[in-house]
């Protein structure tokens, strides 16, 4: 069922309903526009009485999304379109330069944010084929930097945090779009020590979406987090420098001639799946497995197939 439309603007109506002295009903949209708070109708004055039933009927009704004039072709229930309405990639949205620093206040389509930060912040443009470097780093004094990734004509934001209270440092690659969408994409972050060329960490996770507040990933700890004693390790003439590379999750797993698909030259029968803490590289290895208390191997990079809540590789000699 469709939601009901207001008979002011006619479009589906939201919630609360006011009603007014002669029971009239508007969408919340043209209520709060009202000044005085006179009815359209009636010119009767608006109550802060509820029309309940109404807006339970309005909260099980389908909605097309207020964007759909603008290309999103999505409908839900209508209790769940504010959820969309918030990572909806047709959605007008504020330059993260503006959000997160207070420096700029450009507006405008997902389309239109590439250009805008080529031609105004090029120094916040990074590449995932290239090495990031930040100057004038040290784990005793709080920073923040942003960044705007493009993978696959698709927009991430990668943050980059250090936190002296609580002495943490922080990573955070989200995709600009739908939490569905977000988790079909991982990202790694790598880092090579300046110090001692054989330390080196690569942390790997899923995406977040945009519409999840950097600072509440950060507070929860779901993204890379480093120790700032150990990210001292990293920094060289008060530089840091790491890599962040995107790939897709994909679901299921590969075929390989020289895996489970591969014949044992000896038996002539299949090779099953490699053991899991088998792993040929020197070095310690160890990963954080959600549900696991035992230190498994893994390679460098991620798989194809679906990623545990965090994992860590560490290889340091």
């Given at each position: ?203 790997i996770d899923y995406c977040f979406s945009d519409s999840m507040e950097a600072n509440e990933v950060f ?99």
């Amino acid at each position: 069922m469709e939601a009901p439309e207001c008979p002011v603007c006619i479009q589906p109506m939201t919630v609360p309903i006011f009603q007014c002295q002669s029971g009239h009903s508007l969408c919340n949209s043209c209520t709060v526009k009202l000044s005085p708070p006179i009815c359209p109708i009636c010119r009767q004055t608006m109550t802060q009485m509820r029309n309940w039933q109404l807006e339970d009927l309005v909260g099980k009704a389908i909605v097309a999304c207020p964007n759909k004039n603008k290309g999103c072709v999505y409908k839900y229930v209508s209790k769940e379109m504010e959820d969309h309405v918030k990572e909806c990639i047709f959605r007008e949205m504020d330059c993260p330069m503006g959000k997160v620093f207070g420096t700029c206040s450009w507006s405008g389509k997902l389309k239109e944010m590439l250009n805008h930060f080529k031609e105004r912040h090029p120094g916040n443009c990074a590449n995932i084929t290239s090495d990031v470097t930040i100057d004038n780093i040290s784990v005793t004094n709080d920073c923040r930097h942003f960044y705007l990734l493009q993978f696959n004509k698709q927009i991430f934001y990668l943050s980059f945090k250090i936190d002296t209270v609580q002495k943490l440092g922080y990573w955070l690659v989200q995709y600009v779009g739908t939490k569905k969408a977000a988790r079909q994409n991982v990202y790694e972050i790598q880092m090579n020590s300046k110090q001692h060329q054989k330390r080196q960490v690569t942390y790997i996770d899923y995406c977040f979406s945009d519409s999840m507040e950097a600072n509440e990933v950060f507070r929860q700890a779901q993204c890379a987090v480093m120790p700032l004693i150990m990210m001292g390790h990293f920094i060289d003439n008060s530089k840091i420098t790491f890599r962040c590379l995107i790939k897709r999750a994909f679901e299921g797993k590969p075929a390989s001639k020289n895996n489970d698909q591969s014949k044992d030259s000896t038996s002539g029968q299949k090779k099953g799946p490699p053991h899991p803490n088998r792993h040929k590289s020197p070095g310690p290895h160890v990963s954080r497995a959600k549900g696991s208390g035992t230190n498994n191997t893994q390679s460098v990079g991620p798989k194809p197939g679906p990623f545990k809540k965090q994992q860590a590789h560490f290889n340091k000699k």
